[in-house]
């Protein structure tokens, strides 16, 4: 029988089947290198989310307790009474002096004496002025004439207007300017180096002849300031006189004045804490 003629395997046959091998390697090791990468990415995110939710739980936790310290400040302001508080401190000074007061007395002390120890002269005598202007103020308070109320107008008016010295020294300086070039006046220098005007035809100093003051134009803020200063003395009177004619347009809860009395008396301590209330009930909303 002819035997059969083993034959060797060639170099390249031999190579083979490590080629064939290669690429399944290749793709599996990128897919654990992808498959790794994906972790440590979902890894990453998980961290960077618990770190936020961490940062919001402080935040809230922060916030509920700022919000609780303010809930318990503003209680504790709605509880406390200011004028309740500044009538206790006005009743401890008084108090406080009168103790001072016998006790001076009883050591056989002149008590206004021993109390101008403690201010000097200067101070003294400003207390002084200021405790006359204020009776001169509280005596001048009730109505006497329309010429009084008038004055008194004028005054808090003079007071609450502000002097505008710029504008002021701008405009005398044009109208110098422009008297000068006219030749109504005439600057003179003297020996100390002293500017002085001269009124040659007596026409640049005002006089009660004078009729100057016709030809100015004041700005747009000093009238709206005049249109305010009306407005506000418009809303003045008419306060007055609805506080003495009463609220007209409010309803009537009340069957005579001295029920009247007691209501307002009511709404003067109740009316901040049954405001919601109320204002359900007017709505219609249920409470």
Avoid: C
């Avoid at 008016?157 to 405009?171: F, G, I, N, S, V």
């Avoid at 070039?181 to 004078?210: C, H, R």
């Avoid at 009238?223 to 309803?251: F, M, N, T």
Wanted: hydrophobic share 30%.
């Amino acid at each position: 029988m002819p035997q059969e003629k083993k034959t060797e395997p060639s170099v390249e046959e031999t190579e083979r089947p490590d080629q064939t091998e290669s690429p399944t390697a290749n793709t599996s090791s990128t897919a654990e290198s992808a498959a790794g990468k994906q972790e440590d990415d979902a890894a990453a995110k998980a961290r960077e989310r618990q770190e936020r939710f961490k940062a919001l739980k402080a935040r809230a936790k922060s916030g509920n307790e700022r919000n609780m310290k303010e809930t318990i400040a503003e209680t504790q302001r709605l509880a406390t009474d200011p004028n309740l508080a500044t009538s206790l401190a006005r009743k401890k000074d008084f108090a406080s002096h009168n103790l001072l007061k016998a006790d001076t007395e009883a050591a056989g002390e002149d008590f206004e004496r021993k109390r101008a120890w403690d201010w000097t002269v200067d101070e003294s005598e400003k207390w002084d002025r200021r405790m006359a202007k204020k009776q001169a103020h509280r005596d001048d308070v009730a109505f006497q004439d329309y010429t009084q109320d008038a004055r008194k107008i004028y005054k808090r008016q003079m007071r609450e207007l502000p002097p505008d010295l710029e504008a002021y020294e701008r405009e005398k300086m044009a109208a110098i300017e422009k008297a000068a070039a006219n030749g109504d006046l005439e600057i003179v220098e003297t020996a100390d180096g002293e500017m002085i005007a001269i009124d040659k035809n007596g026409s640049f100093y005002s006089t009660a002849d004078s009729v100057g003051f016709t030809d100015n134009k004041p700005d747009r803020a000093a009238v709206d300031r005049l249109v305010g200063d009306i407005q506000k003395a418009e809303e003045v009177r008419l306060k007055k006189r609805k506080d003495r004619r009463g609220d007209e347009e409010a309803d009537v809860t009340y069957i005579n004045e001295k029920n009247k009395q007691f209501n307002q008396k009511l709404a003067r301590f109740y009316n901040k804490y049954t405001k919601e209330i109320r204002d359900s009930f007017e709505r219609g909303t249920k409470v």
